[in-house]
Every structure is written in C-alpha cells, then in structure tokens.
C-alpha cells in the first residue's frame, strides 16, 4: 500500500510509453469479452500493460455464431450476458489466444469466471484466466500489480498507474462523445453523427497520451457540434434504464437506441462505464435518496439504480421510460414491480425488455413501435406536461 | 415459509408475548395468488412468498418481512433476498410490514436487527434482549437436533439407498415444491439426507474445494455439504426452481466437478406435472439400484 500512495504522488504522465509499438515475439496472447465500444480501451490497456510480452487479441466482433456458440455451452437459465461472454472467449480460443480477461461483478455476474473457465476446461482449451475486480468489495490495486506482474516482468508501478489514468482519460472521452450522439442522432436526418464517431474511436484508440486524448476528444465535439440538427424545442423523450451488460452492448439489445433515433426521439441513459466506476451518483447513499421512498435498501446490484433513474426521469418530465434486461436478471427483476408503482405514481409508461438467445429481431421493433405510439398519442392527448403528483407517503 | 429461521422467530416474538400468525403450508391457491402478483420472471420460490404475504393480508396486524443480506465475512445471499422488502411493499402498498435488515457490510448485525425490531415493536430493551437469546439457544437446539438424527442415518447400516437432496430449505420442505419429491424418494424406500442441514460454518469451509470463489451463503453450505457427502452416498439429487440465479452457476460448476456419483438436477417451475417428475426420480433410484449390485 504505501508504494502503490508513493506512486499516486508522483507525476504520472508518461510521454513515450505508448511510443513502445510492440514487437512480434511473443508469449501471450491475450483476448478478453466484448462489451460494447469499450474493447477499444480494454485492448489498449492491456496492451500498454503487458508491453512486449504479448499480444493484444481482440475477440472477433459478436455475431449470431457468437451467441449460438455461447448458449450451447451454457447453462440453461443463466443469464444472456454469460453465454455472450462464453461465445467471445470461444472464439478468441479458437483464433489462438492463451490468456483471458474477465471482470467481476456485484451479482451473478461474479461467479460466472469461475463457472466459464470449468466450461471451456471441459471443452479441451487450455488457457490462463486473470479476473480483473470490478467489485469495490475485492478491488485491490496490489492485486492488479501481482497479476500484471506476473504476465509482464518489466512492469513498473508507474507504467500500471499511468496506462490505468490513460484508459480512464479515454473513457471519459468516450462516454461523453456517445452521450451526445445518444441524444441528437435521431435529428441529424442521417448518419453523420455516428460517423464522426465512428472516426473518433480510431483515432483515440491509437492516442499518444493523455493531453492528445483530450486534443482529439475537442477537435471531434466541435466536428459534431457543427452537424446541423434538425430538433423541435420540446422533443420526445425518453430515458434508458436496466441491466448494463444489455444497456451497453448494443448487438444484445437489438441496436434499440438506434431504432429509437429513427423515430426522433432524444435518448438518455445514465449507465456507462464511467458512470459506474466514477460517479458520485452512482453510491447507493445517493440513490437511494433519488428513488424518494420506493425503495428502503440495495436491491441488489444496479436494480437500486434503474429504480432511481425511473423516478429521476419521471420527475424531468420525460415521456417515457424503456427498462432492458437479461432474462432471468434477479436484481433487474427485484426492480420491476417497484418500477410498476413508480409508474402508477406519476402516471409515465415503462416498457420491459427482457432479452435471451432467442429474442426476436422484429417483435422488439414491433413493441418499440406500439410504444412509440403510445406516448405520442399520450402527448397529443394535450397534456406537454404530465403534471408531476405529490409522492404518497410510505411506511 | 422460511424454515431456516423459523424456529428463532416465532420464540423471539412469542417471548415478547405477541401472538404469531404463520400462514399455511403451500397450497394450490397460495401458488397461484402469488404468480398473480409476481411478474413473471420472477423466480418460483419468490412467486410462493408472495402468495403467502397475500394470504396474511387482512389476518394480522403487521407483516414480518426480514432482508437476510450479507454476513460476517463477506459472504451473501441473493439479490431477490436484498430486494424483497421493498418488492412487497411496491406490491402490497397498503399493507403493514414490519422488518429487520441483516447487513454485515452496512453494520447491521443479527444483534443490532434484533434490538431495533424488538424497539419497533414497542417492547422494553432488557426483554429484547432476553427474547433475543433464548431464540438463539432455540435455533441452535433446533439444528443440533437435525444433525445428529441425519447422521444416524447415515451411520446406519440396513442397506437401504441414501440419497443426499441438494435444495434450498425454502423449496425442499415447502409442502407443494419439495414434498412430492421426498414423498416419492420415500416410497421407493431410499433414506434422505439433505445437504442444508450440516453445520453451516464447516460446511462453508469446504466448499472452497468444489468452488473456491463462491460467495453466496445458502449455495456454499450446500456446495460444502456436497463435498463432505460425495463419498458417502449413492447418488445426488439437485432440486431448484426456475429461474433461480445462483443455482443456475453452482449447479452446472458442481455437476462437471464431480465425475463419481450419479446426479440428477430437477427444475421445478410454477405448472409442474407430478407425474413426470415421479418418473425421472423413478428412473433415477433404478440406476442407483442398478449400480448397487
């Protein structure tokens, strides 16, 4: 502990480290799961972190094959996310990676490492396994220096520290370029937002350093701000709460905030990654403050969440709310009914998603379109406003 | 409903000179009170509380409903127990419900929740405290009980097949979950041992050899329990109700770890057919017999 306090003291910029291209002997070959964009970070993080003893294998983009693969291992009732991430590491195996990621989690989700490497031990891969803690319970950066340690042995507390400051820069980036997008894209007429963006990931995925993340991260929001937007003064809106496995991987969620777009509608979700690992928001002290006396404790995981954003977006006046989870998801399930009261109380409509290997494409569409109809008919109906009830008391 | 605790309540408050009103075992109508107020994810288990909250509704004053959440050492219960307070009262808004909230990771000890529950309740602190231990003492007889008749069992020698039943408490002596399933076990003449009765602390322990990064309690002392009587039984039966969460990974971790006895794992659901599952637990006693001999 006291290295790792000498360490944060210290200037942590390190200019050139990235400059180390690596070179083509190696050791490991290193893949992890997808979600969402973020594999760009991921694959530059342990890129910078393992250095010249390995190679950074970014699983092969999900498909259908990905999900059908993942699900034919799987349990029979484990949650989507699982099988999705089972499906990755397959077919990372299968391309010739040796060492996986993964991460842990506050519900199911931390236990499913041990669970997939049993699987893919069964299956005949041999593999090493290094989970990266997400749970704030466990989350020891020592640990995380033993282990990168172990796979690279010039690694230096700076470089951990450094590449870790640097990963986060560009999540940061990253989070508030899509949040933009998120919200405007459905008034751009086309697809020129996502474009820039599109654009925007290359070129940071392959930043020199901190100030030339920021650089580029200015140069782009002016490039988006410049597309003229074609937005009426009281849009559609409507927020996005759930689960974040479905929330932030956008092929397990049918691109449901795509197709939401193409109706004009501004979209708002809270949940990203550096939502969740940095907002003051996100403590529970907090949340539960915004979910006002619907719920008295944790729920579980980010069910607490979902139910205060709920609240939060009825309150701002939004028109309507869509809540996204894996079938099965017991914390998003353990929100649900009280997501029904908050409902009731303030007179908003939810819409449920609840997503497996064998959703189907069309009745998502299908759904989303009644529902779309719904609040705009709920809107002409003449109330701009839903007005806002007195919350009832509650023992 | 929740057998685990039952006994240590029901002297807590009967000490406090309350009168306690439990609703009956699991029927039909409880059922499907409560799939009519669940959503229907929900897992089976959760549905069945929520038709007996339902059922005492109307038949006394206030309503207990604990939140069992964390424990001493990190360990956990599942998520639907962190939500289920809350869950009943967005469900039942006009209801009164009393609780407690064990949280060893927000300091709630079990003394702490008892004291407070003891206080809303409007007892003095010296009563409380009394109830309080001898409840303690009562589980703690209770589960000693339980134990050593389960070892006689296995000690004893009359040839008959032992089957070890790996189920939450919560299903497998609920009256419609689990009983058909023990009923059955019972007339074809197999002696039951059931997993969640050894020692919960040992058991915890030994675990780790089976899943050394599991952290949900109830799945550990019955992984534990697996572990100290794989090699003391014929076969293993796990019992879980869809779409259970933690069952759903410790089962599948625990059937690939262990190559050497027969298992089979039932899902039971909220529109079961006895039937079928008489078959498969049929079919099953046949090949313990089978590789008896």
Known sequence: MKNQRKERGRPIFNGDLCAQRMTKTMKHKISFPHMGKYHIVIGRLLEDLVGENGEVLTAPAITKRTIELGAKHSPEFVCIPFKYNLGNFIEALDNGANVLFHTSGDCRMGFYNEVQEQILRDLGYDFRLCILETNSRNRSLRDMYKMFKSLNPQLTWTRLISSLIFAVRIIFAMDKIEDYVRRNTGFAGDDSLEKIEKRFLTEVANARGMFHVGRIFRRYMKELRAVPLDKPKNPMKIGIVGELYVLMEPFSNYFIEKELAKFGIEVTRFINVSYLLFSPQHKIKHLIKQAEGYVTYEIGADGTDSVAKCVHFARNGYDGIIHLKPFGCTPEVNSIPICQRVSEDFGIPILYFSFDAQTSETGVKTRLEAFYDMISMKRDAGREMPEIPEIPMRG | ?293
Not at chain 2, 69 to 92: N, P
Not at chain 2, 229 to 235: E, M, P
Not at chain 2, 239 to 260: N, Q, V
Not at chain 2, 282 to 291: H, P, V
């Open chain 2, 1 to 293: 409903m929740y057998y685990k605790y039952q006994v240590m309540w029901r002297s807590f408050f009967e000490e406090l000179g309350l009168e306690v009103v439990v609703s009956p075992n699991t029927n039909k109508k409880i059922l499907d009170m409560g799939i009519n107020s669940s959503i229907d994810e929900s897992c089976t288990s959760a549905k069945v509380y929520m038709g007996h909250v339902e059922w005492l509704i109307g038949k006394c004053d206030v309503i207990f409903v604990p939140r069992v959440v964390t424990f001493e050492d990190g360990d956990a219960t599942c998520t639907k127990f962190y939500g289920i307070y809350d869950i009943v009262r967005a469900t039942f808004p006009d209801a009164n419900f009393i609780h407690y909230s064990i949280d060893y990771d927000d300091k709630q000890t079990e003394r702490k929740a008892y004291k407070k529950l003891g206080a809303e309740l409007g007892a003095k602190k010296s009563a409380v405290k009394a109830a309080y231990k001898n409840a303690v003492a009562a589980l703690e007889a209770f589960e000693k009980n339980l134990e050593s008749r389960q070892e006689a069992i296995l000690k004893s020698g009359d040839g008959a097949l032992k089957v070890l039943i790996v189920a939450h408490p919560y299903n497998i002596y609920d009256k419609l979950i689990g009983e058909p399933i023990v009923r059955t076990l019972e007339e074809l003449g197999a002696s039951i041992l059931y997993a969640d009765v050894p020692d919960s602390t040992r058991m915890c322990g030994r675990s780790k050899a089976l899943a050394r990064s599991m952290y949900w309690r109830y799945n550990k002392e019955l992984t534990g329990s697996v572990d100290y009587y794989r090699d003391k039984v014929d076969g293993i039966i796990f019992m879980t109700t869809f779409p259970c969460g933690p069952d759903s990974l410790a089962i599948e971790l625990i059937m690939r770890k262990i190559k050497d006895v027969p298992m089979t794992n039932l899902i039971i659901d909220s529109n079961f057919g006895e039937a079928g599952l008489n078959t498969r637990i049929e079919s099953f006693i046949d090949i313990l017999e089978a590789r008896k001999k």
